[in-house]
Structures are given as structure tokens and as C-alpha cells.
């Protein structure tokens, strides 16, 4: 299956402002993994404002948030999706936006479902979660701690 990214920036900084990367998607399945790759690369880039590098645990956590939004986009939006990296303060926002205006909704659990648990995930490891509708679309931000 094909899938690049249509256009890729970052990691960019000026002066006073946060770190951020943006790429965009075709929404292939192939998108998912660009993007997963693509969030470790920026975090490999970065530190957050420390002298340490980025923890793997906060890594795998990010990709895995990415992971799971890139999903949905590619599975429920037709068309392409767009995803955002931003170091803000200790925190790092992730912002994905897609072409479909339908809102998620956490589901309550069911220990024997197979599959559906995107939300639930995201929700465990995020410290916020803000989704809006666009004019096309919706927009789905969330953070996740850097660490100590």
C-alpha cells in the first residue's frame, strides 16, 4: 500500500515561541506508520527545554496516541489527514485533523470487546483531550506530559 507524507515541516523555533512540526497525509494505511515515525524523529530532535533528552516511555506513549489517531483519521475520514507536533512549556501537543465532522465518543468498557479502545487509550495516557468541529472536519488536540 502507498502512503507518504504530502508535506512535511519542522522541527522550526523562533525566538520566545515553542517548537512545532507539522505533516500532512494521504490517508493511506501507510499514513499511520509515517506518522508515528515521523513524531519520534521530532522528539528525537528535541528536549523540551532540558538538558536530558526526552524519555522513551514519553516516546512510545506519543507514538502511540499518534498511532491511534492517524488510525481513525485513515479509517473513518476519506481523504487526507494533517498532523502537528508542538512542544509547549512540558508538555507536547499533538493536533490531528481530518475531513470527518463526526465527534469520537469513549465507549464504556466492555472487557470482551475486540477493538474501539482508541479513546479509551488516548484518554488513559493524555493530560488533556480537546476536540472541535472545522469547516471541514474536525480537529482532535491533546498533551502529554514530557516527564520530570
Same mark, same amino acid.
Given at each position: 500500500m502507498? *502512503?507518504?507524507?504530502?508535506?512535511?515541516? @519542522?522541527p522550526h523555533?523562533?525566538?520566545?515561541q515553542?517548537?512545532w512540526?507539522g !505533516? !500532512?497525509?494521504?490517508? #493511506?494505511t501507510?499514513?499511520?506508520?509515517a506518522a508515528?515515525?515521523? &513524531?519520534? %524523529?521530532?522528539?528525537?530532535?528535541v528536549t523540551? @527545554?532540558r538538558?536530558?533528552p526526552i524519555p522513551?516511555?514519553v516516546? !512510545? %506513549?506519543a $507514538?502511540?496516541v499518534? *498511532? /491511534?489517531l492517524?488510525?481513525?483519521a485513515?479509517k473513518?475520514?476519506?481523504?487526507?489527514?494533517?498532523?502537528n507536533l /508542538?512542544i509547549?512549556? &512540558? %508538555?507536547?501537543?499533538? &493536533?490531528?485533523?481530518? &475531513?470527518d465532522s463526526s465527534?469520537?465518543?469513549?465507549?464504556? !468498557? #466492555?472487557?470482551?470487546?475486540?477493538? $474501539?479502545h @482508541?479513546l #479509551?487509550?488516548?484518554?488513559?495516557?493524555? #493530560? @488533556?483531550?480537546?476536540?472541535?468541529? /472545522?469547516?471541514?472536519?474536525?480537529?482532535?488536540?491533546?498533551?502529554?506530559?514530557?516527564?520530570?
Amino acid at each position: 500500500m502507498r *502512503s507518504s507524507a504530502v508535506a512535511v515541516n @519542522g522541527p522550526h523555533q523562533q525566538a520566545g515561541q515553542d517548537i512545532w512540526a507539522g !505533516a !500532512a497525509y494521504d490517508g #493511506e494505511t501507510g499514513s499511520i506508520a509515517a506518522a508515528r515515525a515521523f &513524531t519520534a %524523529d521530532f522528539l528525537a530532535g528535541v528536549t523540551g @527545554g532540558r538538558a536530558q533528552p526526552i524519555p522513551a516511555v514519553v516516546v !512510545a %506513549d506519543a $507514538q502511540l496516541v499518534v *498511532s /491511534e489517531l492517524v488510525t481513525n483519521a485513515c479509517k473513518f475520514a476519506p481523504g487526507p489527514c494533517a498532523l502537528n507536533l /508542538e512542544i509547549q512549556g &512540558t %508538555d507536547l501537543v499533538i &493536533t490531528v485533523w481530518d &475531513t470527518d465532522s463526526s465527534m469520537p465518543l469513549a465507549r464504556a !468498557a #466492555e472487557p470482551g470487546r475486540i477493538g $474501539q479502545h @482508541g479513546l #479509551e487509550i488516548i484518554l488513559a495516557v493524555c #493530560e @488533556g483531550f480537546d476536540v472541535r468541529r /472545522e469547516p471541514v472536519g474536525k480537529r482532535i488536540k491533546v498533551r502529554v506530559a514530557l516527564g520530570a
